[in-house]
């Protein structure tokens, strides 16, 4: 009997570097357990993704006046970045990272337009993939 | 064989705009794809569906800076707003909105004083939905 | 037959105190309807409940202008705090709260320095739990 691989779905509407972070660490977990993950970047999410804003964005969705500390105590601990960390999880080959088709209008966004991007697809699509997970979460 | 109806739960804490258009986009596509929607107003939640309050909510979760941009951009593209996604939404008959007891008790206020919602229930019955469903989110 | 336990698994970003109420809330409707429910804290979330941060936290994520307005309604209905409220829960000994491992080294703690946590655990353990778990949010 062969066991299904489990699955990860999260629609990650943030694009704030902090939550980013708590984002990346449950995605490489799962990545390495095996699983199965799948994104959907609405709003903020594809925003963070932009290649433009992504080098620039040190926006912080909590606790503003502690992200000095917190990005000095990641630097210390040498914790790679969010982005980093999304970047060597999609090497897996387990990974698959969507955009809103909304979004994309939004931000004016073409598919080359971001990074790791695997396609930009809509809302009932995703609804779809989202209801087959074993998680789903809504970042 | 009948196949049952899946179903989407979600604890719809945040009262920002920005972050009820993420949601209003995921039940639009759950309504579109023949999903059970049912919503959970909790604190902020709540707070936005009031009528004296839902006109004149301006408040974003993240970015504050690009509001206006963001909010220009959403007028060019003639995108309905989240409350008119989620009005619409509800013509389907697949939509349940209900409130937190205890954040009605916060704003003493009653199950009129909000605009499209259900009921006024409790937490733990809450929590009995959202076990049935197969996507749950905390937005 | 025996039916299994039902399961509410939580990543917990956040450490502000609404978005902590809203959790805790949803934590004691699932336990007063018999889950077994678990939480692993992440960034901002370990940090709130650092026993140096507890009672010194007074962060909102959303509407701060309203903060006081809010504090003062939760007084006169006697609401308990957030921390309260999963204090309760945890003597149902349905609850187990983890602190995640990296969070524990960007704040330089160990499980004594938090209230109330039963173990500091990596993610990847974590992303198992909640696999099995029939309610999954991200707050």
Redesign the interface.
């Known amino acids: 009997m062969v066991s299904r691989q489990?699955k990860?779905a999260?629609?990650v509407?943030?694009?704030?570097i902090?939550?980013l972070?708590?984002?990346a660490?449950?995605v490489?977990?799962?990545v390495?357990?095996g699983?199965e993950v799948e994104l959907f970047l609405?709003?903020?999410g594809a925003?963070a993704f932009k290649k433009d804003v992504l080098q620039r964005n040190m926006?912080f969705?909590?606790?503003q006046d502690k992200a000095p500390e917190?990005a000095k105590?990641?630097q210390e601990?040498k914790?790679p970045s969010w982005f980093e960390l999304i970047r060597e999880a999609k090497k897996s080959g387990n990974l698959k990272i969507y955009v809103?088709s909304?979004a994309a209008?939004?931000w004016g966004a073409k598919r080359e337009d971001f990074e790791l991007v695997d396609d930009i697809i809509?809302?009932?699509e995703?609804?779809?993939k989202?209801?087959e997970?074993?998680?789903?979460?809504?970042?």
């Open positions: 489990k990860m999260v629609a509407f943030s694009g704030s902090d939550r972070t708590g984002l660490m449950l490489t977990g799962a390495t357990m699983f609405q709003l903020w925003y926006n969705s909590e606790f917190v105590r990641l601990l914790l809103c909304t209008s939004i809509g809302v009932g995703w609804v779809e989202m209801s997970a074993d998680i789903t979460l809504f970042v």
